[in-house]
């Protein structure tokens, strides 16, 4: 309880205890308003290859500011998937 404390994480622990509750960097909670879906197959994917490159970015930040290697290989290989997630959603655009 000591560390739970100390690391600032007391107000989670009083609502989730160490359950995963997805929140954004800023705390906003997660919605399903989040998913955007217009039912045209190509806008769909260009707004998937959109999150991903977001995603992208939310890596690069964490990378800027971190220097523990234990953080920063699994932020590495997180990023590199949403690389390749990115290429991956734009393929049927390259086919045309």
């Known amino acids: ?51 991903e490159q977001k995603a992208r970015t939310t890596y690069d930040n964490i990378l800027r ?3 523990d290697p234990d953080v920063r290989d699994p932020i590495r290989f997180l990023r590199e998937r949403e690389i390749v997630h990115y290429q991956r959603f734009g393929e049927p655009f390259r086919s045309w």
Do not use: C, N, R, W
């Open 1 to 51: 309880m000591e560390e739970i404390k100390a690391s600032g994480f007391d107000t989670y622990f009083v609502d989730h205890t160490t359950g995963i509750y997805p929140v954004a960097a800023s705390g906003t909670p997660f919605t399903a308003a989040y998913f955007q879906s217009k039912g045209d197959i190509l806008t769909d994917i260009q707004e998937d290859m959109a999150a």
């Open 65 to 67: 500011l971190a220097d």
